[in-house]
Structure formats: structure tokens, C-alpha cells
């Protein structure tokens, strides 16, 4: 009881009319969802009557749309856009060396430590460095660092989960219980082992940090390979012959890449995060190269008495985070509009 | 059966004293003179079988290594009297004086060690001129004026040691009044006491080197030329200026000029940038070379700045000699263990501060043997031996003239600096200072309230100084305890609790007479059995009574040349053991003060 039949009642003559035009728009309600469902749009996203006319969007073109509707995902790509551009123009924009012991040459009237001014806009080091040259050049080693872990992590993560995934039985087993120690350690605590055995080195920062966290892609590329190989195309491929590594190439891998990218994209945030950790603990950069991490750490101690030498190494830190999460938000938003229903 | 037990109790009593008399007897009949005539065999309570001394019973009156000497310095240590000690060693000890006048060798009464079974941990009982009141653990320490003390008494009250791990708070206690002396200040906290008119810095001039070390092994540093460029190739000056605090000097020698005989000789090389290039180039390497600089991140009054230092002396090595070197930043632990086995290739900067003040302490353990620099310079080591047997500082000069100017030539390191630190206290306290060693000393101070604070950087560990070695222990221990010596404001070495120590014409033996009348702060009497007692508990290891916080005693053992009667160990183990436990405790109380300043900054 409700609406309707109360609509039904007071029809009159008028009811077979009234019945029609409310299964009709029952339809439009069925048809919008299935539309919905099979374009991927949001609620907020229904095309117009003209673009329901033209050609069909490409879920790609379409996942581009929303995420260029959400300012935050604009934001975070601004963001990492610039930093890309800093970091590949370095040795363009920066105003100094970065290595160079300013108070070393001869004719300069500076001293370490000294304050931001407008020829050091964000003032020199302990050793006398442009501060503002070393944190352009983190960018060139912090940026590529935190990409190189997220695809070293996710060639290796994602193969583990696809073979475990489409495989199954014993080798999904032991694939994944591995997984699960590397999971079970503490992730930090697990990298800091790792770069210890393997030494001070950038490189090994960047295996440690990848090593601790494959396994969460590895997870999700399992479930991921776990729900598509259920697909009727799938079964189709396989009734037509087509080999498991062919399936698993051609079919499941691109229908799981989504939320790779939404989370590799998440991932960059967390793993620049922690190799800068890593170089603080002194266990990644070396001296005298300019890492935000190692800068962090070299100054740390002087916060109360030089707050500048602190601050801006862990301001390009905090928003390269930050430009990193809010593109990976807005992915995720863009890709998976489940999200927004 | 009541009147059989009370036999026995008189018995036992008896006997108990007739040994007693028996040892002493026995020690008297030696001939204290000649250290081939002392007994070797250990008395009444040092041997393991004998069981440990109640109250009021015999005490100690010898203690012996009964295996002979060893690698130990000291042989026995005997109570000749109530008012007489003789040590006799194994070979003359120069800096006796200076190393018995650490706190660590401090004396408590022989009935206080067995009722607490070698480990007061928590309650020392000394003769100093304070008495711990309380131990709050994890708040403060308070300590009370000694009014029976037999030297001049303090003029206040009341001491309160309390502790803040970071420099700034230190500070901040003393700019709001809570206290009125803080501890170790960080060199750029500088301008924010000097900003105070209220508070005043006081420099600590405890004597410390910073050195760069090269291992003689590895390759080019086997070239004497390669070494002596560097110390030629490296702008000293510059160092000290950039980034050391004020007060901080350019070594002309490896040991500082506080230390008697330390600087004497031919003054260190000049910064010739262009005749270190010229002799790199004649060694063979006229493009320089490849190396690594090795260091850990912990800070210390001799090097302050670990990485900003490390980054300067590469840059000077690569602009001044061509030399590419990288910077391998190490664990502090993994650093110290690779640096004293000499495996570390390259270059390594370490530094030392001064445990006692005696030119040995800075020679005699760096360069008499130590494989930290690689192969040891035999000229060098062979000088050091004829030193080491000269207890006349006078006669002692040459040798030592000789020893500096053949470390000027071999090159094993090239001293960078000799730091300097300080501490804050409040403008109003009277006669504060620093002294070169030990801790404040705050019985002469004049604070204007009553109770004097003083901050710290941490908490003790334990009130058993014997067997600590944190500078925070020390300077709390060294309020209550004394020993038969003590360092005066000046640093050198003075008696406390003996009136004297003499040697005898070889240096070997030394016989101390005691101050009379002094009493520890339990009401007991101070005499010769204390001092053995107290000695033979942290260094006899077969003592029933060498218990400790840890049982380590890693001072008796890095000062005196291991234990007496201390199990035998493997021969390797034993020199590896040896050389390890030696820069312990040596690393861990050079730097003690300082080094509470390493869990804030050595956590990078």
C-alpha cells in the first residue's frame, strides 16, 4: 500500500492511463540504472540528451571527465605536475649548486645558517648550502624514488597476485601466505631491516620499500583476478581455446588494472613517505646529496634556535604527500564510481 | 644446647679474629718494598671459596691476583695497617694518582658492601661532602649537607639532582628558576643564553681531541706521504671556525695542553694546500684517489656537528687534494666495533675526551698498540713503552717530545680540534664553574636559595659507581663518594681520603697513609680495610662480593689491565674481548656527559 494504489484509486476513468504512464516511468527509472551501471556514471555525472545522441564515451574518456569535475584530484595533479616539472628543469631553475659551500667562494659575504633572504629565498644550510637549490633537486631523487618503488612493487606485487589469482590451489597458498610475513611485519620496522643488511644506499632504499609493500598489491591483484576470471568473456576466451597465460594477458590483466592504478598512485605518497624515513634514519641518501629526508635529519636538532632549516625540507615533503593522495583520491574517484553512488 | 650454641658463636668469633690478626700479621712480614716479596695469593675474603663478610666482622685485608700478573697493572692491594695501603703492581703506572682519583674507585665501608652483597645500588654511603637523602626514581635525586664532613662544608642545605634530555629544556629550567645549573648546552643554544641577562654560560674545558684516523692496511693510506699530505691538504682553521663553538682551538698536538707533557714537540703540520698536492703527487697519485669518510651521527663536545663536519672535510679533500670520498654514516655501536678492529678502509673520524688527566690516557691507548689505526708504528710504541715507566713527569718530557713528534711524522690521524661545550647557570649562583674533570663541584658553590637545582641530561643508572660508567651516575656518585684522591678545580689530582700516595723508586708500589678521623656518612669509622674491601669488590672477580649493577666494572678493568683472578678465557677471545670492553668503557665515559645527548640527536 502507498502512493500507488492510492494513485489507482483516485483515477477514475482515468486509472489504465494513470498505470501506464507509471510503468512506463518505472522503465526510464530501470533503463537510467542499467545505462548507469553500463557506462560507469555517477549520479551527478548523466549525460545530456545530446550526448546520449552521440558516439559512445570510452570508460577511459569518461573516468577522465569526472576526474577533471572533482578540484581536489585537479589539485593533486597541479601539484605533482609541478613537482615533475621542477624536478625534470633542476638544473635549470635552481638558483645554486646544491652541493656548493656558498661561504666557500670567494667574494660572498654569507654564512651557514643564514636566515631566508632575497638572494637565498629559503636561506643556507649547516654547511652554508642554498637550501632552496637542495630542495629542487630532492624533487629530482624523491619524485622518481617514490615512482620506481611503486613499479617495482607492482610488477612484482601484481605478478604474484595474478598468478596466485588465476592459478589458485597450492601456488595461490604459498604465494600468498608469503604475502601474509612480509604483511606481518611492521612495514617501517620491516624497511629499516631490510636497508640495514642490504646498506646505506639509495638504491637499497628503494628495494626495502618495495620489498614491504608489494604484498598489498599483490592482494589486490588477486581479488581483482579472483572476480574476472568468473566473467562470461573469460569463459568465452577459454571455450575458444585460448591458453591461460593468453587469458590471463589479454582478458584479466587489463580488466584489473584499475585499482593498481588507484592504489599505485597512493602508493607514490606512502612510498616517498617512507624512503624520506629511511634517508632520515640515515639509512638512505648519503651525504652530502640533497634528499629531504637527510636534510631533515642533518638539521633537525635546530629547530628552536634555525625553524627555517627544518620547515621547508619538510614542507616539500609534506606536499608532495599531499599532491600524491589527492590524485590518487581522485582517481579512485574517477575509476570506481561505485564510490559516489 | 643454648650454652653449646653461644660456645660456638665465641668460637667462630674467635677465630674469625685470630685470622684476622693472622693476615695481618702476615702483611707485615712482607716486604712491601719489593713487589717479587708481596704474597700473590689472595687473603681473608677475596678468594672465591671465602664467604662474604658480615657486619661487624673481620675485614679484607689483601687482595691478590693469584694467577701472577697477566696483562693486569695491579698485583695486590694490602692493608698494612688501619691508616696504611700499599698497592703494588705489576709494572710502574705513571698516571696512578690521576686514575685512582676517579670516582669510579670511590670507597664505601667494607660492612655497608656485605650487607648489600656488592651491589648498593641505590644508597651509597660515602664520605663526601653530601648525603643522599632520597632517590626518586624517575623525578630527582635530593641530596643533604654532610654535617659531619671532614673537609670544609658545603654552604647550603639541600642539592636536588633532577634531569632533561634536550638542551633547550635544560635551559628553559634555568631561565624560569626551577633550577639554577643545567648541563651540556647545545652550541646554537648558545645565542639564547647569552641573550639572558639572567643566565651565564661556563665553559667545560675537559680536555678532548677530534681526529681523522686512517687505518695503515688499506691501501694508499700504507703511504706515510698519502697521510702526511692529507694533514698537510686540510684547512684545520677553518673547521674550528665554521663549526665549533667558541673556545674551541686547532690542535698543534693529538693531546690538549691541560694534559702535562701533551704538547710538547714539534708543532702539527700548516695548511699547505699546494705541498700536499706536490707530495699526493710523489706518493704516486697525482689525480687523487677514491675513498670513504666513516663516522656515526652522535653528537660529542669533540665533534659537535658528526655530518656537517664529515661534509666539510669532503668537500676540503676534494677541492684541496683531489681526493673523491664518499660518506658512509654508520650505526654507532657497528662504528666503534669496526673502528677498534681496524677494518674500517678509509678514513674514520672519532674522537676522545680525556677519562684522567695524564698524557697516557690520550697516547698510550691510541697509538701503544691499537690496531684501530691499523698495524701499530713500532718507533712509536717502543717510546710509548719508556713513558709509560717514567713516573717523574720531568724526566718524562723528552720521551713524550719524542713520542709527538714521531705521531707528527708517521701521521696515524690528523687531530682536527679540540672541542669546546658548556653549561648554563642562573647569573646569581656564586662560584659556579666547570671543572676539566669529574662533575661540578657543588660543595663550594654559593646559591643564593636553598635548595641548588641542578639539571642534568639523564637519570642514573645506578649509585654504584664502581660499576657505572654514564657520566649522569658519576656526577650524582661524586657528591657522596670519595676516593683516596680527587681532581681539584683545576684538574689535577689531589688527595682526598689518603693524605698521600707515594711511589717507591720504581713506580711500582705505592703506599697511601690515611686521612684519620673520617667517618662515613653511616657513623662508621674510615680505614685501610674500607679501601681494600671496596677495591677488591670491583676488582677481584673471584670476590663473593664483585656483584655490581651489571657485574661489568668496565673501568677496573680498561684502567687496571682486566680483573684480578677473573676466569681464563680464550687467548683470541680474550685480546678481542679485551680490546672491545676497553674502547666501552673508554667511548662511554670519555663522552658520558655528552653522550645522554645522544638518544635526541643520534636517533637521525
Not at chain 2, 713520542?403 to 661545550?421: C, F, K, Q, S, T
Amino acid at each position: 500500500m502507498g502512493a500507488g494504489s492510492g494513485g489507482e484509486q483516485a483515477g477514475g476513468p482515468g486509472g489504465a492511463d494513470s498505470l501506464a504512464s507509471q510503468e512506463a516511468a518505472q522503465q526510464r527509472r530501470t533503463g537510467d540504472s542499467v545505462t548507469r551501471r553500463s557506462t560507469g556514471l555517477a549520479e551527478g555525472d548523466e549525460p545530456s540528451d545530446d550526448e546520449l545522441l552521440d558516439e559512445p564515451l570510452s570508460v577511459w574518456r569518461l573516468a577522465m571527465r569526472r576526474f577533471f569535475r572533482r578540484k581536489l584530484g585537479v589539485l593533486g595533479l597541479a601539484i605533482v605536475t609541478l613537482l615533475a616539472l621542477v624536478a625534470l628543469t633542476a638544473p635549470i631553475i635552481a638558483p645554486y649548486d646544491p652541493i656548493q659551500q656558498l661561504d666557500r667562494v670567494e667574494g660572498t659575504d654569507v654564512a651557514r645558517r643564514d636566515a631566508p633572504s632575497a638572494e637565498h629565498l629559503l636561506g643556507l644550510d649547516s654547511n652554508a648550502r642554498d637550501q632552496l637549490s637542495r630542495i629542487i633537486y630532492g624533487a629530482r631523487l624523491s619524485l622518481p624514488l617514490g615512482v620506481s618503488i611503486v613499479l617495482a612493487a607492482i610488477i612484482v606485487g601484481a605478478s604474484i597476485g595474478a598468478i596466485a589469482g588465476f592459478f589458485g590451489g597450492w601456488l595461490d597458498t604459498i604465494l600468498m601466505r608469503l604475502m601474509d610475513v612480509i604483511l606481518g611485519f611492521p612495514a617501517l620496522v620491516l624497511a629499516i631491516a631490510i636497508a640495514y643488511v642490504l646498506g646505506n644506499a639509495i638504491q637499497n632504499v628503494l628495494i626495502a620499500v618495495a620489498v614491504v609493500t608489494l604484498p598489498q598489491y599483490a592482494r589486490v591483484m588477486r581479488a581483482s583476478v579472483l572476480s574476472i576470471k568468473e566473467v562470461d568473456f573469460v569463459a568465452a576466451s577459454e571455450a575458444l581455446g585460448a591458453s591461460s597465460w593468453r587469458m590471463l594477458r589479454t582478458r584479466i590483466l587489463p580488466n584489473a588494472l584499475t585499482p593498481l592504478i588507484v592504489l599505485g598512485t597512493l602508493g607514490i605518497a606512502g612510498a616517498i613517505l617512507e624512503a624520506a624515513a629511511l634517508s632520515f634514519l640515515g639509512l638512505g641518501a648519503q651525504p652530502p646529496t640533497p634528499e629531504w629526508g637527510s636534510m631533515l635529519a642533518q638539521e633537525y636538532t635546530l629547530i628552536r634556535t634555525y625553524p627555517h632549516l627544518v620547515i621547508y625540507p619538510g614542507l616539500a615533503i609534506m606536499v608532495t604527500v599531499l599532491g600524491f593522495n589527492l590524485l590518487g583520491d581522485g582517481l579512485r574517484d574517477a575509476l570506481d564510481p561505485s564510490l559516489n553512488e | 644446647m643454648r650454652t653449646r650454641r653461644r660456645l660456638s658463636a665465641v668460637l667462630l668469633v674467635g677465630a674469625l679474629v685470630l685470622a684476622a690478626c693472622g693476615g695481618g700479621d702476615e702483611t707485615e712480614t712482607a716486604d712491601s718494598e719489593s713487589p717479587a716479596a708481596a704474597p700473590t695469593g689472595s687473603d681473608t675474603g677475596s678468594g672465591s671459596e671465602a664467604p662474604p663478610p658480615a657486619s661487624g666482622e673481620a675485614e679484607t685485608t689483601m687482595v691478590a691476583n693469584e694467577a701472577g700478573c697477566g696483562d693486569n697493572k695491579v698485583e695486590s692491594i694490602e692493608a698494612t695497617s688501619d691508616t696504611e695501603v700499599v698497592f703494588t703492581l705489576c709494572s710502574p703506572d705513571p698516571a696512578f694518582l690521576q686514575k685512582i682519583a676517579f670516582v669510579v674507585f670511590a670507597i664505601q665501608p667494607s660492612e655497608y658492601l656485605a650487607e648489600t652483597g656488592g651491589a648498593p645500588l641505590e644508597a651509597p654511603v660515602g664520605t663526601g661532602p653530601f648525603v643522599l637523602e632520597n632517590w626518586n626514581r624517575g623525578s630527582e635525586i635530593t641530596f643533604t649537607r654532610n654535617q659531619d664532613y671532614w673537609g670544609e662544608a658545603p654552604a647550603f642545605e639541600t642539592l636536588v639532582f633532577r634531569w632533561a634530555e634536550e638542551s633547550a629544556q635544560r635551559i628553559t629550567e634555568v631561565q624560569s628558576g626551577n633550577a639554577q645549573y643545567g648541563t651540556n648546552i647545545s652550541a646554537p643554544d648558545y645565542e639564547l643564553v647569552n641573550a639572558d641577562d639572567n643566565l651565564v654560560l661556563l665553559e667545560d674545558l675537559n680536555p678532548n681531541v677530534f681526529y681523522m684516523g686512517f687505518t695503515n692496511t688499506f691501501e694508499p693510506f700504507d703511504n706515510p706521504d698519502v697521510r702526511r699530505a692529507i694533514a698537510m691538504g686540510i684547512d684545520r682553521q677553518r673547521i674550528v671556525d665554521t663549526y665549533y663553538p667558541e673556545g674551541s682551538e686547532v690542535p698543534d698536538f693529538f693531546t690538549p695542553c691541560q694534559i702535562e707533557n701533551g704538547c710538547v714537540g714539534d708543532p702539527w703540520y700548516d695548511f699547505d694546500p699546494e705541498a700536499a698536492q706536490a707530495l699526493l703527487a710523489d706518493a704516486g697519485y697525482p689525480d687523487g684517489f677514491d675513498t670513504t669518510i666513516h663516522l656515526r651521527d652522535v653528537f660529542r663536545v669533540y665533534l659537535p656537528e658528526p655530518q656537517t663536519v664529515a661534509q666539510e672535510i669532503q668537500t676540503q679533500l676534494a677541492e684541496n687534494l683531489n681526493i673523491n670520498a664518499e660518506i658512509n654514516v654508520m650505526e654507532s655501536g657497528a662504528f666503534i666495533g669496526e673502528v677498534s678492529e681496524g677494518n674500517l678502509d678509509g678514513i674514520h673520524l672519532l674522537g676522545w675526551g680525556a677519562d684522567y688527566p695524564h698524557v697516557t690516557n690520550f697516547l698510550d691507548y691510541h697509538f701503544a698498540g691499537n690496531v684501530q689505526f691499523g698495524d701499530p708504528y713500532p718507533d712509536i710504541v717502543s717510546a710509548l713503552a719508556e713513558g709509560a715507566a717514567e713516573v717523574d713527569p720531568a724526566a718524562a718530557e723528552p720521551i713524550y717530545e719524542e713520542v709527538n713528534n714521531l705521531i707528527r711524522d708517521e701521521v696515524p690521524m690528523v687531530p682536527i680540534a679540540h672541542g669546546a661545550a658548556a653549561d648554563v647557570a642562573s647569573a646569581s649562583l656564586g662560584n659556579a664553574s666547570v671543572p676539566p674533570f669529574g662533575a661540578p663541584q657543588f660543595k663550594t658553590f654559593q646559591p643564593e636559595a636553598d635548595p641548588l637545582v641542578f639539571v642534568q641530561n639523564a637519570e642514573p643508572i645506578s649509585l654504584y659507581c664502581s660499576d657505572e660508567s654514564d657520566g649522569e651516575s658519576l656526577s650524582a656518585c661524586e657528591q657522596v663518594l670519595e676516593g683516596l684522591y680527587q681532581y681539584d678545580a683545576e684538574g689535577n689530582a689531589v688527595p682526598a681520603l689518603a693524605e698521600e700516595c707515594a711511589p717507591n723508586e720504581d713506580g711500582t708500589v705505592w703506599t697511601c697513609s690515611l686521612r684519620e678521623g673520617v667517618t662515613f656518612h653511616d657513623g662508621s669509622d674510615f680505614d685501610a680495610g674500607d679501601v681494600v674491601a671496596t677495591w677488591a669488590a670491583g676488582m677481584d672477580a673471584s670476590s663473593p662480593l664483585h656483584t655490581g649493577n651489571t657485574g661489568g666494572f668496565e673501568y677496573y678493568t680498561y684502567l687496571w689491565g682486566g680483573l684480578m683472578n677473573a676466569p681464563a678465557v680464550e687467548p683470541t677471545e680474550g685480546a678481542t674481548e679485551t680490546a672491545t670492553s676497553t674502547e666501552t668503557g673508554s667511548e662511554t665515559t670519555s663522552e658520558a656527559p655528552t653522550g645522554s645527548e645522544t638518544p635526541t640527536e643520534s636517533e637521525s
